[in-house]
């Protein structure tokens, strides 16, 4: 022990006030770390310069804090524990050991500390001098007359967005379909994605920066299984007043929408064929509606989580309420001891609301994920997907298990006398009783779900009976048609030329009739009457003909073939495909599913669905027909000598009202029949049986 002890150089000391609280926010620079004291504590941590013995460090220490009467061994005890913060001035040997320790850490690929389910830390670069060297010159960035009008132009840009929603918005589902896209669709992809993260991340570092703060690290993240980029702006916790603080946090949200504000304007006034028309729509979609799902949602740790942190003054607002709830827990539902750490009423408050969305939204978010998991492992693997299932949640999951575990060996602790006794054997089997109506007796839906495609439950192809060239387009892709007008005209200059041939054979045949007629040629006179006739026949036909080259459709409906107004000067065989025209009052969801629920479905079975592109409109109907015929794949359907044999699909048949005309052929999406109700030991029971059976027959 150091007889007069002293804080490392390093250490800086902000003290700071959040409502009625005073703390002291304490920074170890060469480690990037920051400590949240008491504001007593911080009283004591500026006594500890190197000029008093630890008698005398107790003594000021009390005249300071009467009520809080400390002795030598408190202040020996307490900056023991300092200097197990690495706060603590340290001697030669300690600095080697911590500088090989830091080298250790800096060879591993990801920050093993600050690393966790949901975010995983990669540091990559220190950025602070590349920003002292740009901030000179952006300051006006943040200036107000800067920041007034930009805020102007972005609501007027972003009224014409929502002005033009339809198109924003179908805009995005394009963007989003992924396998349609080729390489270097990708490749543009993921740049753009680089690109926007970054300006970002620059938002809040040059922000930080702004209001004089330093900014040591920049990385690349995995963020709830999702790539990702972070800006360490923990300096700015020292910041005094939480305006700044708070410009801080919201600096990355501020630059995505100086990005998105360009990027709506270039989409406004540029041509929609142009690459840069797409680029700036994909641009408003990585910025814009990202700040707005992602950045300022306050239930996960991103911007707006800070944002909510600095605007109530609570620090540490997610792991206080988590704390908070927690505690409410043991006390009064299983009656455990908890520190009894006063609390004002205003953070109870906030501490169960914040608390009980946060842990909702993670439930959420872990129900999604694991969902979206099993659907896809046991689509690919059969019943053996559920085993992967289970390894992936419990690995990813393995931290908290083992809490949990903890946790329940503390409560049976606890509880292992109430338990035994009388009472608590009566409550016991209460329980039990109560577990085994729910998991046996009371019902709950079953449901099979699958991908289904929108298909029109009548179509007409229009063809031409005889062969010839497009000379008018009289209807365009999405026009509205009625039975037997008018799509487009065809023409044939041999079939003309025959039709004028035969008119002008047929006059010259009745000229010369005639003439055999005035010589009283009789035999002549029928020769050329028929050959008049013969012409005329030609010539009728040929008229047909050409009436069977104008194209109509034969039913009401909607032009489905795109690009019609290209086909002028197309030539068309006899029997050629020219245009779709589909009747849409109603379509058809042609809905897969997998062969193994087919013994869960079946007609008049009530349906679900929701479709892609309309994520907002349910779709509630009933199943129409099964169809009888799996769909195969060529390359497994081959015979296999597999213990668990693959599965086909099976492709069921929903026909759906569409007065609206919402429903297009070609749209996807997901559809869930409501089976029948099972309790959830009879679905365990069901799915086990299944499982056996495919490995039994």
């Keep these: 022990m ?4 002293r804080l490392a150089p390093t250490v800086t000391i902000s003290r ?7 703390y002291a926010i304490v920074k170890e620079s ?39 009467t400390v002795d030598a061994q408190w202040v020996a005890d307490y900056v023991e524990e300092l200097r197990a913060l690495g706060l603590m001035e340290r001697t030669e040997r300690e600095r080697h050991l911590v500088m090989m ?15 966790t389910l949901f975010q995983i830390h990669i540091p990559l670069f220190d950025p602070d001098k590349l920003m002292d060297r740009v901030i000179p010159y952006i300051r006006w960035v943040w200036s107000p007359w800067f920041v007034a009008p930009w805020i102007v132009i972005f609501t007027i840009l972003l009224g014409f967005l929502l002005h033009h929603w339809d198109l924003y918005w179908s805009g995005f589902f394009e963007l989003w379909n992924l396998p349609a896209k080729g390489f270097w669709d990708w490749v543009g992809f993921f740049a753009l994605m680089f690109i926007v993260s970054i300006w970002h991340e620059f938002g809040h570092g040059f922000t930080c920066k702004r209001f004089g703060g330093e900014v040591h690290d920049i990385g690349f993240m995995i963020f709830y299984f999702q790539p990702a980029f972070y800006c360490g702006i923990d300096d700015s916790y020292l910041f005094p007043k939480r305006s700044h603080r708070m410009h801080c946090t919201f600096g990355g949200p501020y630059f995505e929408l100086m990005m998105a504000s360009v990027a709506a304007l270039i989409w406004l006034t540029t041509p929609a064929e142009l690459w840069i028309h797409r680029v700036a729509l994909a641009v408003i979609f990585f910025t814009g509606l ?21 605007f109530l003054d609570v620090p540490d607002l997610r792991e206080e309420s988590f704390s908070y709830l927690g505690n409410v827990f043991k006390k009064h539902v299983l009656r455990l001891q908890v520190p009894n750490t006063p609390i004002p009423r205003r953070r109870r408050r906030i501490y169960l609301i914040y608390g009980i969305a946060a842990v909702g939204y993670t439930l959420l978010v872990l129900i999604v994920l694991v969902t979206f998991l099993r659907h896809w492992l046991v689509g690919q693997m059969g019943p053996s997907g559920y085993l992967l299932l289970f390894a992936i949640v419990g690995w990813l999951m393995r931290k908290r298990l083992l809490t949990l575990t903890r946790f329940l060996k503390h409560t049976w602790l606890d509880k292992r006398e109430l338990l035994q006794s009388a009472s608590g054997k009566v409550m016991a089997g209460a329980i039990v009783t109560v577990a085994i109506v729910l998991l046996a007796l009371i019902p709950t839906a079953t449901r099979v779900d699958g991908t289904f495609v929108v298909e029109p439950v009548l179509r007409d192809v229009v063809r031409p009976q005889v062969a010839g060239v497009v000379v008018r387009v009289a209807a365009r892709e999405g026009d ?69 080259m104008t194209l109509s459709s034969a039913i009401d409906g909607v032009v489905a073939t795109p690009g019609l107004e290209h086909q002028t000067g197309r030539y068309l065989a006899a029997g050629d495909a020219y245009c779709a025209v589909d ?30 592109a309309l994520p907002f409109r349910t779709i509630r109907e009933k199943v129409l027909t099964i169809a009888p015929a799996a769909e195969g794949d060529p390359e497994t359907d081959a015979p296999k000598l597999d213990l668990v044999p693959g599965t086909g699909l099976l492709r069921v048949l929903v026909e ?42």
């Design 290 to 310: 990202s700040v707005i799902v992602l950045n300022i949602n306050p239930l996960i740790k991103l911007d707006g989580y800070y944002l909510l942190m600095d």
């Design 656 to 697: 759906v009202n569409n007065t609206d005309g919402l429903l297009k052929p070609g749209m996807t999406g997901r559809a869930q029949f409501l089976a029948k109700p099972r309790s959830v030991a009879s679905k365990i029971a069901w799915h086990v049986r299944r499982w056996v059976e495919s490995f039994v027959w």
């Design 480 to 548: 509205t048609v009625a039975a037997g007008q008018v799509l487009a005209v065809l023409e044939d200059p041999s079939l003309r030329a025959e039709r004028e041939r035969a008119a002008a054979d047929r006059e010259r045949a009745l000229r010369q009739s005639a003439v055999a007629r005035l010589n009283r040629d009789t035999a002549r006179e029928l020769q050329f009457a028929a050959a008049a006739d013969e012409a005329m026949a030609r010539g009728e036909i040929a008229a047909r003909r050409e009436r069977s």
């Design 2 to 5: 150091i007889a007069r002890p």
């Design 30 to 68: 060469e480690a990037r770390k920051y400590f949240k004291f008491e504001d007593w504590e911080g009283d004591l941590l500026e006594l500890l310069d190197g000029s008093r013995s630890l008698d005398k460090l107790a003594a000021e220490f009390s005249r300071l804090h009467p009520l809080r």
């Design 16 to 22: 700071l006030r959040a409502g009625e609280e005073a």
């Design 583 to 612: 009747q849409l009052d109603s379509v058809r969801l042609v809905v897969s599913i997998s062969q193994r629920d087919l013994e869960e479905i079946g007609p008049g079975m009530p349906l679900r669905a929701q479709v892609a």
């Design 101 to 115: 320790d830091r080298l250790k850490v800096k060879r591993r690929f990801y920050d093993v500390e600050r690393s």
